[in-house]
């Protein structure tokens, strides 16, 4: 167990929806990391937080949204669901956004858009 | 580009074989960091170890080793003694300044039959 949680672990929605991942970070760490998971992309930085401040984005489309809340916990949204974004989502958490601190990963939301 | 290459995607093995893990790693930066992570059938990703590109020394943990050549930009991984337990897909990542995301490759499935 990293300590990382993240709800739901399973999510089934349909096109043109819209849905809230929601992750908690281990006791003391201020860096939260979204990643996505699929097939054809294999793991692909989203975004991160930083003591609720947005540090850095990747290969976030702007259909998804994310925020980092005073508790430190994160949720990240995404709107009008197209079937490619059928993913696992990972959740990372580390004390500071730096290399000298490994990434504890949450065990994933699945997300299967029909 | 790519920054993190994985040349192998299967390997398959039989119990109490040593299985060798490849990764070639792309930067411009002097200071990065690489890690590999397991990713069991349970799908969680789990951290294995973390090298700064300042240390080359080349370290054993348990039944893990690792090959660190910055002339070669190789990051290899070995699992001694294989066990069916070993049976995950492994990733190697980067981790670079100043977001400090983790840049993964395409991952090996490993395959430890008994």
Redesign the interface.
Known sequence: DSGVTQTPKHLITATGQRVTLRCSPRSGDLSVYWYQQSLDQGLQFLIQYYNGEERAKGNILERFSAQQFPDLHSELNLSSLELGDSALYFCASSVRPSGRDEQFFGPGTRLTVL | AQKVTQAQTEISVVEKEDVTLDCVYETRDT???L?W?KQPPS?????LI?R?SFDEQNEISGRYSWNFQKSTSSFNFTITASQVVDSAVY?CAL?????????????TTVTVRA
Request: proline letters at 4%.
């Open positions: 200071t990065y960091y890690f992570y799908g969680e990703l789990v951290f973390r700064n990733f981790s670079e300044y100043p977001d400090y995301k983790l840049s993964f490759g395409a991952g």
